[in-house]
């Protein structure tokens, strides 16, 4: 029967990035009905971790979920896809996860850069997966929209602590002259 089912564009069930010890640094979980719970998702989490830790593949299949993953210095980066997922989507959208974080830290993708710079992570996670429906595979369009820079948001668009930020910024600079 689940042979028969309805093509969709819902793909994503969720992506994580789990530092070296299994714990969550950041997670999404798009089905409610695979995890509706945190408690289900840490031990989820959990689980995935203690299987592929040491592994040298790329994908595993746990808990009914296809699971792609890459690891580098002390982070693991997780895509999970139903069963039925084609593995090489699941891939691509790993992949560019993986490279826009690469891009957004300059090269340094470890546990500390990405806590650092978490707002944009988070960013990157959501133009490139929404709802689980994909919304770009590609690093370098992401990362155009997720590097935004205050000089280039009209201040009409800014938010007060943006603006203040760069008025301290101004001030700061006008005093060092």
């Known amino acids: 029967m689940d ?12 992506m994580c990035i789990l530092d070296n010890d299994g714990n969550r640094i950041l997670a999404k979980y798009y089905d409610k ?14 689980n995935l971790f203690s299987k592929t830790h040491r592994a040298d ?9 296809t699971c792609v993953y890459k690891s580098n210095v002390d982070l ?22 993986y490279d826009t974080i690469t891009m957004i830290l300059k090269k340094n993708v470890e546990k500390r850069a990405v806590l650092e710079n978490l707002d944009i992570v988070m960013l990157a996670f959501d133009e490139i997966c929404d709802g689980g429906i994909i919304l770009d595979a590609d690093p ?11 000089d ?11 603006v203040l930020q760069s008025a301290k910024e101004q001030l700061k600079w006008s005093l060092l002259k």
């Open 76 to 97: 693991f980066f997780y895509v999970m896809g139903s069963t039925q997922e084609n593995e090489l989507i699941l891939l691509s959208v790993l992949n560019c996860l």
């Open 57 to 65: 593949a790329e994908i595993i299949m746990l808990d009914g979920l």
């Open 140 to 150: 370098s369009s992401v990362m155009k929209r997720v590097d935004l820079r205050n």
């Open 3 to 14: 042979s028969l089912m309805e093509p969709t564009l819902y793909t994503i069930k969720g």
């Open 33 to 46: 009905n695979v995890f509706p719970t945190v408690k289900e998702q840490r031990a989820y989490e959990k």
């Open 152 to 162: 280039d948001i009209p201040i009409g668009e800014q938010t007060v602590a943006q």
